[in-house]
């Protein structure tokens, strides 16, 4: 057997002092006696206090029975010598000293050494980081982001928008789908307007010029749409200057939809 000298983090190492600046707790275990050293953040954060013994079982005793199945694969895969993966995961744990609900991101390296002339992992060292708040308005957003679409869709509208310097077109499946292109088709600006009625483009480019004049940033007009099975559709055009970004380039933001 390969001896190692264990060298135990401190909470006044450098390192930890680091960690505990940034918000993030440090942890060691060692597989061999399975005693879990928890830096004081660390322990804080997992709500456990700060003179108990830990160990594996206290770790998968925190886990959210829903995440433990995914957290135990990652960890499966991060102890085996064929893989040693070293990414992150992300899974919610409940304090033992509050009961409280809170989502948390680990990761770690394990160190491996010859153990009965075999390679195995002998230390697991890492970080821990409570990210319930950023998880929460990620998970916030996404949710935000699904009720808009489901609006939209619910409404037949599809969201546009165009660099005015460039004159580059952001397209999206339904903005596609009710100009009658493909799916996954990336039309120009042009490719849009050639499905303008005559004049209407003209008109248009008119509205928005004296829009700009006039101070206004919204538009609001019905454009004629004559399609190449010779169709006539009228659509309703809402557009609004969105803010300069740090490119420093004007973009207009809007919806669009078929009020035949």
Same mark, same amino acid.
């Given at each position: 057997?390969?001896?190692?000298?264990?060298?135990?983090?401190?909470?006044?190492?450098?390192?930890?002092?680091?960690?505990?600046?940034?918000?993030?707790?440090?942890?060691?275990?060692?597989?061999?006696?399975?005693?879990?050293?928890?830096?004081?953040?660390?322990?804080?954060?997992?709500?456990?206090?700060?003179?108990?013994?830990?160990?594996?079982?206290?770790?998968?005793?925190?886990?959210?029975?829903?995440?433990?199945?995914?957290?135990?694969?990652?960890?499966?895969?991060?102890?085996?010598?064929?893989?040693?993966?070293?990414?992150?995961?992300?899974?919610?744990?409940?304090?033992?000293?509050?009961?409280?609900?809170?989502?948390?991101?680990?990761?770690?390296?394990?160190?491996?050494?010859?153990?009965?002339?075999?390679?195995?992992?002998?230390?697991?060292?890492?970080?821990?980081?409570?990210?319930?708040?950023?998880?929460?308005?990620?998970?916030?957003?996404?949710?935000? +982001?699904?009720?808009?679409?489901?609006?939209?869709?619910?409404?037949?509208?599809?969201?546009?928008?165009?660099?005015?310097?460039?004159?580059?077109?952001?397209?999206?499946?339904?903005?596609?789908?009710?100009?009658?292109?493909?799916?996954?088709?990336?039309?120009?600006?042009?490719?849009?307007?050639?499905?303008?009625?005559?004049?209407?483009?003209?008109?248009?480019?008119?509205?928005?010029?004296?829009?700009?004049?006039?101070? +206004?940033?919204?538009?609001?007009?019905?454009?004629?749409?004559?399609?190449?099975?010779?169709? +006539?559709?009228?659509?309703?055009?809402?557009?609004?200057?969105?803010?300069?970004?740090?490119?420093?380039?004007?973009?207009?933001?809007?919806?669009?939809?078929?009020?035949?």
């Amino acid at each position: 057997m390969q001896n190692e000298e264990r060298s135990e983090p401190r909470d006044s190492d450098p390192y930890q002092l680091a960690c505990l600046a940034a918000g993030v707790g440090v942890w060691d275990w060692d597989l061999r006696s399975d005693e879990i050293y928890f830096s004081s953040l660390a322990r804080e954060i997992q709500g456990l206090s700060q003179d108990e013994p830990a160990t594996f079982a206290t770790v998968r005793s925190l886990t959210h029975p829903d995440d433990a199945a995914d957290m135990l694969a990652a960890l499966e895969h991060a102890l085996d010598p064929e893989n040693r993966l070293q990414e992150s995961y992300v899974y919610r744990i409940t304090r033992p000293d509050t009961g409280e609900l809170r989502w948390v991101r680990a990761h770690g390296v394990a160190r491996f050494a010859e153990v009965e002339g075999k390679i195995q992992a002998v230390h697991y060292s890492g970080s821990i980081e409570d990210i319930t708040e950023r998880e929460e308005m990620r998970r916030a957003l996404t949710e935000s +982001e699904a009720r808009l679409r489901i609006a939209l869709d619910a409404a037949q509208m599809a969201v546009w928008e165009i660099d005015l310097e460039s004159d580059i077109v952001t397209s999206s499946v339904e903005l596609n789908r009710l100009y009658g292109f493909p799916d996954d088709a990336k039309p120009a600006a042009d490719d849009f307007r050639a499905r303008y009625a005559p004049g209407e483009g003209e008109r248009l480019a008119k509205a928005g010029a004296e829009a700009r004049a006039s101070g +206004e940033n919204k538009l609001q007009t019905q454009v004629r749409h004559l399609f190449p099975d010779g169709s +006539e559709r009228v659509f309703l055009l809402r557009a609004a200057l969105a803010p300069v970004d740090h490119t420093g380039r004007e973009r207009a933001i809007g919806v669009v939809f078929d009020i035949t």
